[in-house]
């Protein structure tokens, strides 16, 4: 069993690099509306809505594809190395599966861009831009089934290195297609789909020639040229990702919907709303990096049936973020009236940007608690529950609590939005505390028996 140290420096060395990949991959989104906010505000739109809708699909891939990061953590905690590759392999099916997926529903969302009575103006553009970026949807799988396997590994920086690179290859590939340079013709914001395409496939493949070509890989390689396709495992990991894909599909889509009812407030409602929700997601990746870590760290130690070791991951993680927690609470409260300035030098959205970030800050702890909860429970592969709870807690509690003190005379005065952060803070804290339920129950229960090798031979998850 590691000493909490040592579990400490191996939860930070996978962890960090992991977060920096994620601040790349936020920053090819800003790169993106900065460069075509410059060439009209109608392209500006087309990105802001065509991002709207891509955005949510790609997370959800994300999620489902997680889950093979567990699996994979398992049988490496086990030394079943013979399983790795046939196992990274189902990955990377699953993956191709839900890009291919994804690509024909963003080819297939004009129905959708007049239900939602987008302005007709950008229709056009919207689509083209969905159409274009929809052909980087399979490299992004890939590029996704990749990284779980190699976090798995414990190896997280080829996320950081290529994450940096695709937004190196992001910003010129930007300049040349939204402004027509190198012979190209000017496509403004349709420019970026095709830029955000050639990340994903740019991406996908470094990842493939980093994980062949570096040793670290050696004992549990991926090799391609011995295809295995395992119908069985292949239907686990869906099953397993399925509900992870949904839970992250029910917080980003509550935060969408507020965001819609507020729109009847005012401009400037809207923009306090905007600022505050994008600074505390920025934040957000933090807890998220460690949760990732987790899931890795608990999942080898279910492999080697170590309950200690489990135990010990579960207490670092936890404690690592609920520091980060109170960090960004503390934080939030200190910088509230600077924060709002990196956005605007409106007054008035400052003083309510500034007011909003102080409910923020409640619930930075919960949020944190939550996240990292979820991650321990995905290393356990224990994902339906957790869906379930998330769903409860965010659709059940936070959005009608909110609801009701920002428009209604249900029990007080109308808030606005101050009122659907408090059901923010209600639906986070209470998503902590059921997850964190959940994880004390799976703490208890016995660990299952380690297969035999006859067992392992036939590949059993």
Request: charged share 10%; proline share 5%.
């Amino acid at each position: 069993m590691l000493s909490r140290r040592q579990e400490l420096a191996a939860q930070l060395t996978l962890a960090l690099p992991i977060l920096g990949g994620q601040l790349a991959q936020t920053a090819n989104g800003f790169v993106d509306t900065m460069m075509a906010g410059r060439v009209s505000a109608n392209d500006l739109a087309a990105v802001a809505v065509g991002a709207s809708i891509w955005v949510p699909l790609f997370l959800f891939m994300t999620g489902v594809l997680m889950s093979a990061t567990p699996v994979l953590s398992r049988h490496l905690g086990g030394e079943a190395y013979h399983r790795i590759n046939p196992l990274a392999q189902q990955g990377l099916w699953l993956g191709l599966g839900l890009g291919i997926l994804c690509a024909l529903i963003l080819r297939s969302v004009a129905p959708v861009l007049v239900w939602m009575d987008v302005d007709p103006a950008i229709r056009p553009m919207v689509s083209g831009y969905l159409d274009a970026l929809s052909w980087g949807m399979p490299g992004a799988a890939v590029m996704l089934a990749l990284r779980s396997y190699t976090e798995a590994m414990n190896h997280t920086r080829p996320v950081l290195l290529i994450s940096v690179i695709g937004l190196m290859i992001n910003i010129p590939s930007n300049y040349v297609l939204i402004y027509g340079k190198l012979g190209f013709p000017a496509m403004g914001g349709v420019g970026c789909g095709w830029a955000t395409s050639l990340v994903m496939w740019s991406m996908a493949l470094m990842m493939m020639i980093y994980t062949h070509r570096h040793p670290v890989y050696q004992h549990a390689p991926l090799n391609l040229r011995q295809r295995h396709f395992e119908r069985a495992n292949l239907g686990y990991m869906l099953r397993l990702g399925l509900p992870v894909g949904l839970t992250i599909f029910f917080e980003v889509s509550i935060f969408a919907v507020i965001a819609l009812l507020i729109g009847s407030l005012g401009a400037q409602v809207v923009a306090s709303h905007q600022i505050a929700l994008n600074f505390t997601s920025l934040i957000f990746m933090v807890p998220l990096s460690f949760a990732l870590a987790a899931t890795v760290r608990v999942g080898h130690a279910r492999g080697r049936s170590d309950r200690d070791g489990i135990r010990v991951a579960v207490q670092v993680a936890m404690t690592i973020t609920l520091v980060v927690g109170i960090a960004a609470a503390s934080s939030l409260v200190l910088a509230r009236h600077w924060i709002p300035r990196i956005y605007t030098d409106n007054g008035s959205v400052i003083a309510l940007a500034s007011y909003l970030l102080l409910f923020a800050a409640l619930y930075q702890v919960s949020d944190a608690l939550q996240v990292c909860a979820n991650g321990c429970l995905r290393g356990f592969e224990d994902t339906g529950w957790p869906m379930m709870m998330t769903l409860l807690a965010y659709w059940g509690i936070g959005l009608p609590i909110g609801y009701g003190l920002a428009l209604t005379h249900w029990w007080v005065e109308p808030m606005g939005p101050a009122g659907f952060w408090i059901g923010l803070v209600a639906g986070l804290t209470s998503a902590a505390v059921f997850l964190g339920w959940r994880l004390r129950w799976r703490l208890a229960q016995p660990l299952p028996v380690p297969p035999t090798t006859s067992q392992k031979d036939l590949g059993n998850l």
